[in-house]
């Protein structure tokens, strides 16, 4: 689908309160269609694999799912599948200090461990669920035991967790959600792909809460944008459901927050689209964005968090 950059326009400059919460309103039923489906099988299938890109918004879009179907009266638990990598040696965390590892592979996943707790899960048995600590790329002691009852549904949210080699679990144990960027906003002759609206967000994200420039994230793009070629777009046929994340007034967030920034870093030629759109775009505050908007995610001050 595609959104002209005119339309989202009138929606800033006419109301933004009310487009943002007319947009949100959208999302949410655009979930809640697929939560009504998910309730019919839930006994045949008690577990949800979410997976999507970085900067998809799968981590919100997981826990607002949770959250309809525990309103709807169906108890829900999120887990997410980062806990479940593999430590790495003091060789690997060498190799990965000088980015000659991949650490996107799916060869990183504790495969074993995953879907023996899955299978488990499934039967209502009690299980440690791991604790991966990032920091020192080391598993921890478990923080957590977890226990599903009957009726209840579990949600593994991960990049890999639509891949059949990963996840072993019968699919009709399973019901399998991917979640993305599918919008295009256009421009004039300008069409801007879905992979830069990830990124903007990941530009966001990562300057609010992971210490990183602009310069650097995108000089992280390539290399993102191969892995997922790689290891997540080959599965996302597998999906039983697709969500498209974009938010039509989340450009418009964006704008003033990163037009300075990116004028300064206009003589990368990845960008010029980015800048362009940006640049005719209404800017809408931040302070129009409720707690429940996806975009939270990245910009911080969201309801939903782990």
């Known amino acids: 689908m595609n959104i002209e950059v005119t339309r989202i326009n009138h929606g800033a400059e006419t109301d933004p309160s009310g487009f943002v919460r007319a947009v949100n309103e959208d999302y949410y ?20 694999l979410l997976s999507g890109p970085s900067g998809s918004g799968k981590t919100t879009t997981a826990l607002m799912i949770e959250k309809i179907l525990t309103e709807s009266g169906c108890e829900t638990h999120t887990l997410s599948m980062d806990n479940y990598f593999c430590p790495l040696s003091k060789e690997e965390k060498e190799l990965a200090s000088l980015g000659k590892m991949d650490l996107e592979s799916p060869l990183r996943i504790d495969k074993d461990l995953l879907n023996t707790q899955i299978e488990a899960i499934s039967r209502c048995e009690e299980v440690a669920i791991p604790y991966y600590d990032f920091a020192e790329s080391a598993r921890g002691e478990s923080r957590f035991s977890f226990q599903r009852k009957p009726g209840e549904l579990v949600i593994f949210e991960g990049i890999h967790a639509l891949n059949p080699d990963v996840i072993t679990v019968p699919d009709e144990k399973l019901n399998k959600i991917y979640v993305s960027v599918r919008t295009r906003v256009t421009c004039g002759d300008i069409i801007l792909h ?14 609010n809460f992971r210490k990183r420039s602009l310069r650097e994230t995108m000089n992280m793009f390539a290399s993102v944008e191969a892995g997922e070629n790689k290891y997540i777009m080959p599965y996302k046929y597998r999906s039983d459901y697709d969500v498209d994340t974009f938010m039509a007034y989340e450009l418009s ?3 003033n927050a990163l037009i300075k920034e990116l004028w300064a870093m206009n003589y990368v030629p990845e960008l010029s689209d980015v800048i362009h759109v940006l640049e005719n775009l209404a800017p809408i505050d931040s302070s129009d964005i409720t707690p429940d908007s996806l975009i939270c995610e990245f910009i911080g001050n969201g309801q939903f968090t782990y």
């Open 29 to 48: 039923y655009q979930l809640k269609k697929i939560t009504d489906e998910i309730i019919k099988t839930k006994d045949e299938r008690p577990v949800i």
């Open 194 to 207: 879905p992979s830069k609206i990830r990124l903007m967000r990941r530009m966001i994200r990562d300057r």
């Open 253 to 255: 967030v964006y704008r």
